[in-house]
């Protein structure tokens, strides 16, 4: 399909393990987001792409928190060491231009993590 | 700091209904302001904007006027339907920078015939 692409939908991780998250985004969509949404609340920002550079990881809430995007396209969220509070939905959007402030990102339909 | 606050859900509306969704916010210098609207089984997808002050967006039916002087951006929306049944969120992008997102915690909305 055309849209963003989240892979797995749902994770289930025993406390302590590794868990990576994937995205595909929307071919030749330059800038590239992290969002985490807890149950019952707003997404909060995670991290930011543009390209293969990550200019702006101030959301992410510690460094067992990790996300790449080596070539520009696909990106990982990879989570270490996992603790029930991770557990949410990790969404990733993507947007086509640099820094056209429209507002209008696409989003995937997320990875649920449950951590037990 | 920049913030959205949405009134709480759920709201429950019958079908034709008036709808109002209140949502106010903190913003230094002259944020852009967005509604997006989560289906059920869907990802978010944005409903309208509006990018300064006493802009409108509309869509679907759908309104809201950004008003810097009360800091708010309320959604309307004079007749709902069953299918408008979903969870809706304000969003604000600071000035300058980059299409940085920042939300309210949403407003569940449930439309009965």
């Known amino acids: 399909g055309a849209g963003v692409s989240q892979s797995p939908r749902y994770k289930v991780a025993k406390r302590g393990q590794d868990v990576a998250l994937r995205c595909d985004p929307i071919?030749?969509?330059?800038?590239l987001f992290w969002y985490q949404q807890a149950l019952g609340q707003g997404p909060e920002f995670l991290t930011y792409f543009q390209n293969e550079a990550q200019l702006d990881k101030s959301g992410l809430p510690s460094d067992r928190f990790f996300a790449e995007r080596p070539e520009g396209s696909v990106s990982t969220l990879k989570i270490q060491r996992t603790q029930q509070e991770d557990s949410a939905v990790y969404l990733c959007?993507?947007?086509?231009?640099?820094?056209?402030?429209?507002?209008?990102?696409?989003f995937g339909e997320g990875s649920r993590l449950t951590v037990l | 700091g920049n913030s959205v606050t949405q009134m709480e859900g759920p709201v429950t509306l019958s079908e034709e209904a008036f709808l109002t969704i209140n949502c106010t916010y903190t913003a230094t210098g002259y944020p852009s302001l967005f509604w997006y609207v989560q289906y059920p089984g869907e990802g978010l997808q944005l409903l309208l904007k509006a990018t300064k002050a006493d802009d409108k967006g509309s869509n679907k039916g759908f309104e809201a006027t950004y008003r810097k002087e009360t800091t708010s951006f309320h959604l309307e929306k004079g007749s709902v339907q069953v299918s408008d049944s979903a969870v809706y969120f304000c969003?604000?992008?600071?000035?300058?920078?980059?299409?940085?997102?920042?939300f309210g915690a949403g407003t569940r909305l449930a439309v009965h015939p």
């Open positions: 959007a993507s947007f086509p231009l640099k820094r056209e402030r429209t507002g209008e990102l696409f």
């Open positions: 969003a604000l992008t600071p000035s300058g920078g980059y299409n940085k997102l920042i």
């Open positions: 071919s030749g969509h330059v800038s």
